[in-house]
């Protein structure tokens, strides 16, 4: 930890490459209410470059509320976030994407008059630099540029096999693709940090596996870091690396899957209620 | 010929990106072009030409600004006859000011006051929504034309508030705008105007700035992770949508009734191009075109259909007739196919492309 910090301190090269197992993100005593309900209440807790974070608690805990902050949705009324050795009070949404964070939502926010191709060329947005002249001319730089995006988005379609549905709009897609077209849409933005909340509500247990192996791929493959709201603690106990486990907007509990299991504030608090 | 895709394997995708993907429609553009500059200037009349195909290009191009606005980036804007008076009188002052500019640079120049103007009346965009945002422009609309009717400086202090478009080169001795322009010049050159410009808005709304706007559209929450700036992506198609709006309105006083007075752009402007793009389909460059000519060609065809197979309707009950189509048909594409006929003409080739098998 102290060398991360002297390596900051001493201005390295890249600042922003945080080695593996490392902090890359920290919340400290975060406070987020909304009139009088306090939805988040003095939570800290820390992701480390390259795991997989499951956050996890019954209905109205804070999970996505936290996932909310951490973009730079709801900004907290107390409490700092460090990201990539930067400390502020509060994230912007824009800062946020442009840094490499990338999310999906619990009620699935696609582009729903859009192809499945346009959603996850939007997706690839900040990486497009050409200008609005440019791209009124279009033969040419632009077009040069849209190719370069539409391979990089052809290869994640090839990997979520959804090459079929490739010209649909996705308004018109049954409810697990949709779900399976908003994680390409964060993919095409090659996120240092994914941010995934419970993607695979509502899905079949096919569907499920198919999702849970996507996860684990982009997690391994491209050393995605992944925080990951779910309720089916079958999933969180099989593919996390550690759990946070949040109850009415308090942290109760924070390690690995096994120590979780076992800690009996969360046995009392959640497995032993709701599931 | 059978109209099908299967067999035409695309080996870029650079080809798949192409506007017309499918070989039969890239021929059917160029028949089409082929019509438009060759047919029609053969077998055209003068009515035809000054009543038909100069209002219809000139309405496709204020109907494409208002697509880029409404269809792409989902703000919907009752502001179009405003916009278009602000090119008109933006066109009237730089052509008289400075007689020596080309009519095409007269044309721009005034797209782009009319852009800063839409900018601006877009800044409320940021804050609401909807119906909301749709009063707001209301707001613009009416501010608009009540200045350009209030301050004599825009009309050159002309007593009746008519604004000329004064003679206009287009090169040689060619006129586009006064009396000696002949009605077939003011056609070719609206047609490679206005087909330069739609290219061009098809470009751009199939690139980036495009997806920011539909992105904006559909879900502005999501894009705001992705990285889009609302700010940004509504501001530029307010600015994008007004430049077009502006030159339909400025090639409208100069080049297709050669002078108007503000009133001609009064709120009923605004709800004849809203009227289009919903008829020709939101969000599609093409529906724009087949919106503008569907409202162009449906009073003269009530007019004269009736007449041709011996029905006598009088005058009065004709007009009736014609808001009630009206009527039914925005109510019908507004519930059963807010894509307009750019959609059902999708459709119908969708079919086409897999008749006889349907799945
Ligand atoms: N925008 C908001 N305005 C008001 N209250 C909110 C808002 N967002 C969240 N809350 C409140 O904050 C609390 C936590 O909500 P949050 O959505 O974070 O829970 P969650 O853990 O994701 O629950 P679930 O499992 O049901 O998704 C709830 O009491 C909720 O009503
Ligand atoms: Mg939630």
Redesign the interface.
Known sequence: MAEADAMNAAGAVEPRDVPSGETVLRLSDIELGFGGVKAINKVSFEVRKGEILAIIGPNGAGKSSMLNVINGFYKPQLGSITFKGETMRAMQPHHAAKNGIARTFQNIALFKGMSTLDNLMTGRMLKMKRNAFWQALYWGPAQREELVHREAVERIIDFLEIQAIRRTPVGRLPYGLQKRVELGRALAMEPDILLLDEPMAGMNVEEKEDMCRFVLEVNQEFGTTIVLIEHDMGVVMDISDRVVVLDHGVKIADGTPDQVRADQRVIDAYLGVSH | MIYREAGQFKTS??AD?GIFPIRLDRMGMVALLLIAYLAIPAVANHYWLVSILVPFLVFSMAAIGLNILTGYAGQLSLGTGGFMACGAFAAYKLATAFPDLHIIIVLLLSGTITAAVGVLFGLPSLRIKGFYLAVATLAAQFFLIWMFNKFGWFNNYSPSGVISAPPMHLFGDIYITGPQSSPLVKYLFLLTFVAIMAL??K??T???????W??I???D?????????PLWAKL?AFA?SSFYIGIAGATWAFIYTGSVEALAFDINRSFQVLFMIIIGGL?SILGSFLGAGFIVLLPIFLNNAPGLVGWHIPVDMLAHLEFMIFGALIIFFLIVEPHGLARLWTVAKEKLRLWPFPH
């Open positions: 995708y650079a990106q061009a808005a470009n751009l199939r690139c980036k700035i495009g997806r920011s539909m992105a559209r559909d879900m929450i999501a894009a705001e992770i992705i990285g889009i700036r530029s994008v969000g």
